[in-house]
């Protein structure tokens, strides 16, 4: 299983991005994907995680009716739609298949972790 996560860069405090998690052809269709980041000296922290179809979203307190996490299930493709952003969401954002088909917020819910991208905010 393969993830891999890409789209960040360098923005400024209220612009927009949309970030991508790439799937493997073995990664499971089925399972529920999450997003993390991490930013320098913090803990990984979760972000946002999608059930396998789409049909259930959840998102940490930080980032609620900012960011929306969507999946096309054909193309195995996960996005990360990042609006108002902050200095504070300067991170490197990691996706991760959930062990199940639902949403978890924990990481041990998580087996498969991609290689993250690094989003930069700028004030």
């Known amino acids: 299983v393969q993830l891999q996560a890409s789209g960040g860069g360098l923005v400024q405090a209220g612009d927009s991005l949309r970030i991508s998690c790439a799937a493997s052809?073995?990664?499971?269709?089925?399972?529920?994907v999450g997003w993390f980041r991490q930013a320098a000296g913090k803990e990984r922290e979760f972000v946002a995680a999608i059930s396998w179809n789409g049909g259930n979203t959840v998102y940490s307190d930080s980032v609620k009716g900012r960011f929306t996490v969507s999946r096309d299930r054909v193309k195995n493709l996960v996005y990360l739609q990042m609006n108002s952003l902050k200095p504070e969401d300067t991170a490197i954002y990691y996706c991760?298949?959930?062990?199940?088909?639902?949403?978890?917020?924990?990481?041990?819910?998580?087996?498969?972790w991609g290689q993250g991208t690094l989003v930069t905010v700028s004030s």
């Open positions: 991760a298949q959930n062990r199940g088909a639902g949403t978890a917020t924990i990481r041990d819910s998580y087996n498969y």
């Open positions: 052809k073995r990664t499971s269709s089925n399972n529920g």
